[in-house]
């Protein structure tokens, strides 16, 4: 296998991932992002999720651990604390309390530029990888029968005189997020777009961060509460470093949480989860508000593609961007950096098709999870198979047994972080325990009845 070097396009958390893969392989690696690394951990305009609360999952956590070993140390010495998801964090699902206990599935409770850039440093002191800041690709560069891509253009986006030049490389890999320019690019060289799946969700969220006291949440590190249908508003609480709460308000379909502080108030007062409402009462904000829009996840199809060029790869949200509220992209991400870590050494040959085809499956789980609980709402276009509308009811019933049967709150955890397959709520003692205790199950808690639903 040619050796020499390789390009990733775009250095948010994705491309660095891929970048800790390639460089098992390839001599040089270069990753490309238009904007400015910031040398301590900040937002940047090329990451307008940045603001947002971001959750890692237990799965994501262990292997990031195993691409980047020590990190978890790392985060919790820079004051991102470890969290029990079960025993440290207050669920309501579908309205039903989870009853806690201690497990063994742990979060960091970790901003996203914290994360990206304990990622960044310890990627970019790898041998032979190395970053360029402040550029944009332009486009590819393939050979004149356009069966290979050989490069990027690059164009300098700093001050000064402008440039534009051309990478060589002997694999390019497009991380470059929800924005992605793979469809364009490929039509530039001939190739079809490939088949996609697109599930509309008009999601609106708002992070805020507060300063956080030892007595708030009663002592606990986080809390949850889902949107249903006929009532589309969430609301998660998370730790973060530095003595922080993040507070992620969000609605769909229209329902936008407002950005001022008697409105934000007003709308977690009306989540079916009080503390979150007693919470943003008691608790000092750090700073404004920040609002993102996500309009739709977005999956495409590479693996079913025929004709596809050779040395070129897309990877991480430009390969399958998940409906942010179940915390999945970080996930799913690290899982194909070990798939692609694992294929590189059998060499380059049809290596797009090998690629595409295990990340295909690394995604089919939490794509059929996330895709799945949003075809509960009748606002999300597409078909209700037979198997969606039964699971559906049945993992509500089981959020109505989790209130009072920790192992089955255990049992959905465990799904909910990609550390088993959703086919494990199916095995018959699980069974057997849903349809006993739902049946028993206190009716859900309600949201306020003197607070209005309208946005």
Known sequence: MATDSAVVVGASIGGLLAARALS???????????????EQAASRRGVPQGRQLHVLLDRGRQVLEDL????????????APLVDLHGQVRWYNDGYRMRPTTSGLRAIGVSRPLLEQVVRNRVTALPGVTALPGHEVTDLVGTPDRRRVTGVRVHRRADGPSATRELSADLVVDAGGRGTRSPVWLAGLGYRPAPQEQVDVGLTYVTRLYQREPQQLDG??????????????????????QGRFAVALSGMFGEEPPLDDAGLLAYAASLPAPEIGALLRQARPLGAPARMRFPASVRRRYERLRRFPAGYLVFGDALCSFNPIYGQGITAAALQAVELARLLPAGPHGLARRFFRRA?????????????????????PGPRSLRVRLTNAYVHRLHAAATADPALGAAFLRVLNLVDPPRRLLVPPVVARVLTGSRAAPRPADRPAEVSTQG
Do not use: H, K
């Not at 794509?367 to 799945?372: D, L």
């Open 68 to 79: 980047l070993p020590g990190i978890t140390g790392e985060l919790t010495a820079l004051g």
């Open 220 to 241: 606990l590190l986080g809390v949850l509460t889902n949107a249903v249908p006929g009532f589309t508003r969430g609301g998660i609480v998370a730790v973060q470093e």
């Open 360 to 380: 295909a499956r690394v995604i089919d789980m939490p794509w059929s999870i996330a895709v799945g609980t949003d075809l509960r709402f009748p606002e999300v």
């Open 24 to 38: 098992e392989t390839y001599g040089r690696v270069t990753l490309v992002d238009r904007d400015p690394l910031p």
